[in-house]
Nanobody
């Protein structure tokens, strides 16, 4: 099975940018669709974005569309999340997730059996 490690989180000011990385190992990376989710204190984990196995299809939550971009490099076994125009409400622990199942709801937490440990993103106003 695949294992993932996230990096790139930190403390930034509103309007700044950050790029998160999720490095995968343990299985053939291109067999997995990848997603980014986030969880703020006291809130449910929520979908941010996802990308298909080849990178040909991407999906975004309304709250981040136009500001965040997901991409993947299958040669490097890595998925990225470029976050621009960050807002204080983007503050959360960001986790990457993997699934082999094709089709279905890419935004559904329960569709992803494999998770990284997460990286903290804090946006100050």
């Amino acid at each position: 099975q695949v294992q993932m490690v996230e990096s790139g989180g930190g403390l930034v000011q509103a309007g700044d940018s950050l790029r998160l990385s999720c490095a995968a190992s343990g299985d053939t990376f291109s067999n997995y669709a990848m997603g980014w989710f986030r969880q703020a204190p006291g809130k449910e984990r929520e979908f941010v974005t996802a990308i298909s196995w080849s990178g040909g299809s991407t999906y975004y939550a309304v709250s981040v569309k136009g500001r965040f971009t997901i991409s993947r490099d299958n040669a490097k076994n890595t998925v990225y999340l470029q976050m621009n125009s960050l807002k204080p409400e983007d503050t959360a622990v960001y986790s990457c997730a993997a699934r082999r199942l094709r089709g279905g709801n890419y935004g559904q937490v329960s569709m992803y059996p494999y998770w990284g440990q997460g990286t903290q993103v804090t946006v100050s106003s």
